[in-house]
């Protein structure tokens, strides 16, 4: 998610009136009732606080003063309740200090104010999903996607949801959707293969964990879970290489090492 930063810039609307017979128009001479200063300038002073503390809060938030900046937020919002901006990165500020209700409440304020926001949608559904609620999530991802059709990361999120839920059919939808969009995306290749090992279609699986691979060579999950449906397919070589694979960059499993002990040839790490 990215924050959102807004430059505002604001004028001070004088409002010019004759008083009585004073006025001379001849040479546009103007009273201006104090009242009326005074009411325009602190409208322009209130505005102009109301941007200082977001600006302030966004310092702080790319420092990892969270707390400091949730604080600025609030004040910006007590100044400007309509602040639409200031609730939703309020919203990820709380999400930095794992306080999701906190967030989903934070969205549902932005929401309230600009029911186009795919972003705040979106949020709000990464935090009910971070809370469990993935029904609430994929209802908030959906309507993200229904404001922005081409919203890759809503479509992601959606498709992870969906595998949480076991939907295993609609999750592998949602990842061919934002593979449509990004084809370079590694880890729904990984993840789609994923869910296509959990309906036991190992062969398919294997396709896309070899494009994951192929995007992105250092994916350790990939060769962990190519190795296993190889194994599900009888490639008990192809399983052992991958295996290989995964341990010579990082994994760490006793199990991955006890089965490349009990079943691969050529102990260490070097391929067939």
């Known amino acids: 998610m990215v924050l959102k930063k807004k430059f505002v810039f604001f004028n001070i609307l004088l409002t ?31 505005a102009e606080t109301s941007v200082f503390y977001f600006d302030r809060a966004i310092k702080k938030g790319d420092k990892g003063k969270y707390f400091e900046a949730i604080y600025d937020y609030m004040r910006a919002i007590e100044i400007d309740p309509n602040y639409e901006d200031a609730y939703y990165n309020m919203a990820w500020a709380k999400t930095k200090i794992n306080d999701y209700q906190g967030s989903i409440d934070d969205y549902s304020m932005a929401i309230a104010i600009n029911q186009n926001s795919d972003q705040a949608f979106y949020g709000r559904g990464w935090s009910k999903s971070k809370l469990n609620n993935f029904y609430g999530a994929i209802s908030d991802y959906t309507k993200a996607i229904q404001i922005n059709p081409d919203y890759e990361d809503a479509y992601f999120a959606r498709g992870y949801s969906k595998g949480e839920l076991k939907n295993y059919s609609g999750s592998i939808s949602d990842y061919n959707k934002v593979l449509e969009i990004n084809p370079k995306n590694a880890t729904s290749y990984l993840n789609r293969g994923l869910m296509k090992s959990y309906l036991d279609n190992h062969f398919e699986a294997i396709s896309d964990f070899t494009k994951a691979i192929e995007t992105d060579s250092k994916k350790t999950d990939a060769y962990v ?48």
């Open 16 to 46: 010019f009136l004759p008083l009585g017979n004073l006025v001379s128009l001849a040479n546009k001479t103007t009273l201006i009732t104090s009242s009326l200063i005074s009411i325009s300038l602190s409208a322009k002073v209130n």
């Open 225 to 272: 879970n190519r190795g296993f449906s190889k194994v599900k397919v009888g490639d008990k070589k192809g399983a052992c290489k991958d295996y290989k694979k995964a341990k010579s960059l990082g994994f760490i499993s006793s199990k991955n090492d006890i089965w490349i002990e009990n079943n691969c040839k050529n102990k260490g790490f070097g391929l067939f």
